[in-house]
């Protein structure tokens, strides 16, 4: 069954964003985007550079690990101020809310029901992995349902701003292996991580 993949930058002290909730990565952010880093996505997960950076690097290739993107509605707006009302066209592009009533652009398909039941149904089709960009709100709500973390660990703390997962997910203790490892000249480590089987040691 292909595998839900909370594939992530992160800080050192565990936040994905300032606490204003604006692209830490846009043209005012403050996180660093060294250029190893850029060459090491590009190289091994093309799919999941957005469509401006893709055409600005010349990147065309499909890449090998998702087919489909996962957004809560706040990451998405992102875009959408941005000007970009669907940063994936490449890929398949579901955004989750319960305010939003119509998707700004015919390649998104906006879920307004239950997280965790549209992605049981995703899981259940063939394709690749599913990516899920996040942010930690969305991410807490399918917590359970994470099979892998690609954490983009980043040289960086930042105090206080968006968690991995928000506050308001459960206290649930969950293990995982950590089954690969590469670290950039840059300082950014992409760890991946992969949840236990239950029952395992
Ligand atoms: N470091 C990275 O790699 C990375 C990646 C992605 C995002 N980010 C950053 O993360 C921040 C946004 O994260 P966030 O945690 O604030 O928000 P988020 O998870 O992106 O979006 C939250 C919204 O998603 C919808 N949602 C969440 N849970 C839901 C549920 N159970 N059912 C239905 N809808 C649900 C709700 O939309 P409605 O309010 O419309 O109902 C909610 O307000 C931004 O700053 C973004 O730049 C960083």
């Not at 875009?79 to 119509?102: E, M």
């Not at 652009?105 to 089709?125: C, I, M, Q, W, Y």
């Not at 968006?162 to 293990?175: C, D, G, I, N, Q």
């Not at 950039?184 to 760890?191: A, C, R």
Request: glycine residues 10%; contains cysteine.
């Amino acid at each position: 069954m292909r595998k839900l993949v909370y594939f992530i930058a992160v800080s050192i002290d565990g936040f994905i964003a300032g606490p204003d909730g604006s692209d830490p990565t846009g043209p005012d952010g403050f996180w660093p985007v060294a250029q190893d880093y850029v060459q090491h996505l590009a190289q091994t997960y093309p799919e999941t550079l957005p469509a401006p950076a893709r055409q600005a690097l010349g990147v065309t290739t499909e890449g090998s690990c998702f087919d489909t993107v996962l957004e809560g509605r706040r990451t998405y707006m992102n875009g959408v101020d941005a000007g970009f009302t669907d940063c994936y066209p490449h890929l398949k592009h579901y955004v989750f809310s319960r305010t939003l009533t119509d998707s700004p652009d015919p390649g998104v398909e906006l879920v307004t029901t239950d997280p965790v039941a549209k992605v049981r149904e995703l899981k259940r089709e063939d394709g690749k992995d599913i990516w899920l960009c996040g942010g930690g709100e969305l991410a807490g709500a399918l917590r359970g349902e994470i099979d892998r973390l690609v954490v983009k660990l980043a040289p960086m703390t930042l105090g206080s701003g968006t968690p991995l997962f928000s506050h308001k997910t459960a206290f649930e203790p969950t293990l995982y292996d950590r089954t690969d490892a590469v670290v950039l000249d840059s300082g950014t480590v992409f760890l991946t991580y992969d949840k236990k089987a239950q029952g395992g040691a």
